[in-house]
């Protein structure tokens, strides 16, 4: 079984920035993809950032310019979050992605607000 750790999150003026870490228990060159999503209070999971094996980066519209997904080595993820705002708060997932399905974290809570 795959385990991913999310770390990083917390509270956060609007404006500020914060860094995510995604730990992999495997290598994440194993996987399609790896990416960020996110879930608000009340919403609906949604896609934040990905990128694939070759590199290949991907983001949501609303965090595009703001947002930057990397990668670290075999086993870790990135998300690097600036310019935050109180529509960023949500808790924050890693996903191993795979041609169907795929490994989830347990989340992380960011919360931004002054």
């Known amino acids: 079984q795959v385990q991913l750790v999310e770390s990083g999150g917390g509270l956060v003026q609007p404006g500020g920035s914060l860094r995510l870490s995604c730990a992999a228990s495997?290598?994440?060159?194993?996987?399609?993809?790896m990416g960020w999503y996110r879930q608000a209070s009340g919403k609906q999971r949604e896609l934040v950032a990905t990128i694939t094996v070759g590199g290949s980066t991907n983001y949501a519209d609303s965090v595009k310019g703001r947002f930057t997904i990397s990668r670290e080595g075999a086993n870790l993820v990135y998300l690097e979050m600036n310019n935050l705002e109180p529509e960023d708060t949500a808790d924050y997932y890693c996903k191993a992605r795979l041609m169907t399905g795929g490994y989830w974290g347990q989340g992380a809570q960011v919360a931004v607000s002054s």
């Open positions: 495997e290598s994440i060159f194993n996987f399609n993809a």
